[in-house]
């Protein structure tokens, strides 16, 4: 709308190159040789969490992002508020469910992610189904939750490890 996005976009670039910036200046530059004779490597279980990242991304998302629309079966019956409440406790319902780190994340990631995908199928289903949509989107929610939890908490572990 009248070019308001690209404004938007370019304060957020330059409060960006402010903060890489001070980061810079605050830690210290490495010197130019100390880049050059470095061998470059790509942290431990990037690929998966590459993968995971464009999953949340995509057809999770989008799941999430149809629920505010839904109407009920009258015309002057709103469903997606009440949907939308669902989901967000679900969400953080999710992350409560994680195990400790030290147990490993496969089987909890595939937990998470079959109990969206299937919540996501149902709801969208039967998005009208009153009580089915509402558990429905809750289950999402938690999945989605512990999804999003454990790749976050995955990759500040392959940040700090790397």
Do not use: N, Q
Not at 30 to 54: D, E, F, H, N
């Amino acid at each position: 709308a009248g070019g308001r996005e690209i404004v938007v976009a370019g304060v957020i670039a330059a409060l960006i190159a402010a903060s890489a910036g001070w980061l810079l200046r605050w830690r210290g530059a490495l010197p130019m040789a100390a880049l050059v004779g470095r061998r470059r490597s790509m942290p431990t279980g990037l690929a998966t969490l590459l993968v995971a990242g464009a999953a949340l991304a995509g057809p999770e998302a989008m799941t999430m992002r149809l629920v505010p629309f839904v109407e009920g079966r009258g015309p002057d019956e709103p469903a997606g508020a009440a949907l939308l409440f669902a989901l967000v406790l679900g969400s953080v319902i999710g992350p409560l469910g994680l195990p400790r780190p030290d147990r490993g994340v496969m089987r909890p990631a595939l937990a998470f992610t079959a109990l969206a995908v299937l919540a996501g199928v149902v709801f969208l289903a039967a998005p009208h189904a009153g009580v089915l949509a509402l558990a429905a989107c809750l289950a999402h929610g938690v999945g989605f939750g512990g999804m999003m939890a454990l790749f976050w908490r995955e990759m500040g572990a392959a940040i700090r490890d790397h």
